[in-house]
T-cell receptor
């Protein structure tokens, strides 16, 4: 059974700093998905990573996938307050990680 | 239309009530999902419908009864719920079963409170 683990589960950081969220998964998954959720809101699809070595960027967020290491990363560059949210990664089998609650301090 | 629409947005019901949650999409997606999400937890899969047939039931109690009347509609019928069933109920859809090349499209959710 696919298991998806994220770390850290909670991250408080200053505006302007860089940081990375990690997503490890336990069995073969060719694809990896990242979602964002604002408090009390639904999930918004951020990135779909379809193959080994895939890298996608949108604004200050960049996601990558290494299927051999069973690892995906979500890198935040020069964080701004608007990026405060919970970020979930999900494997190909509809399984979500526990989420990383990101709080960016002004 | 690129949305999944859920109604109602909020619902308060007693433990003896019967109510239904509704989910609708007009993207031609053939897979639809119900998720339950408690506060500060990830979404938990409840049901998957693929081509209007129930393909996955994640051992959900019978007080939750899904229905897929057609390819655009998904209902969740609720009966004799418990206070611990209070949660955000999310509907999602995808072109085919699994997240595929696009991930899921989620609705805005129904926040359910059982009193």
């Amino acid at each position: 059974e696919l298991k998806v683990e994220q770390n850290p589960l909670f991250l408080s950081m200053q505006e302007g700093k860089n940081y990375t969220i990690y997503c490890n998964y336990s069995t073969t998954s060719d694809r990896l998905y990242w979602y964002r959720q604002d408090p009390g809101k639904s999930l918004e699809s951020l990135f779909v990573l379809l193959s080994n070595g895939a890298v996608k960027q949108e604004g200050r967020l960049m996601a990558s996938l290494d299927t051999k290491a069973r690892l995906s990363t979500l890198h935040i560059t020069a964080a701004v307050h608007d990026l405060s949210a919970t970020y979930f990664c999900a494997g190909d089998k509809i399984i979500f990680g526990k989420g990383t609650r990101l709080h960016i301090l002004p | 239309d690129t949305e999944v629409t859920q109604t109602p947005k909020h619902l308060v019901m007693g433990m003896t009530n019967k109510k239904s949650l509704k989910c609708e999409q007009h993207m031609g997606h053939r897979a639809m999902y119900w998720y339950k999400q408690k506060a500060k937890k990830p979404p938990e899969l409840m049901f998957v419908y693929s081509y209007e047939k129930l393909s996955i039931n994640e051992s959900v109690p019978s007080r939750f009864s899904p229905e897929c009347p057609n390819s655009s509609l998904l209902n969740l019928h609720l009966h004799a719920l418990q206070p611990e069933d209070s949660a955000l109920y999310l509907c999602a859809s995808s072109p085919t079963s699994g997240q595929g090349s696009y991930g899921y499209t989620f609705g805005s959710g129904t926040r359910l409170t059982v009193v």
